[in-house]
């Protein structure tokens, strides 16, 4: 079984973080439109910023009753030509 589906089997949710809200808020859309079972809610934070990853903490637990796993990909990328 995929992770996903293991996932969505098993009943996660998804607090989606992002420093331009737009962006975090397309992705909750489309796991909301894709996964109904699922729940997928967006913030704005800076993760580079301590306050910002606790508030972020704090929605998830607000919003879900918990948090089981924190996953963090940000990071930027130097284009060059």
Known sequence: MSGRLRN???GANVLLVDIK???AQAGAA???Q???DIKAIAIKADVGKEEHVKNA???AVKEFGRLDIMFNNAGQLKRTS
């Open 21 to 23: 809200l737009e962006a």
């Open 34 to 36: 894709r996964y109904p």
């Open 57 to 59: 903490v704090d929605a």
């Open 8 to 10: 969505k089997a098993q």
């Open 30 to 32: 489309l796991i909301n």
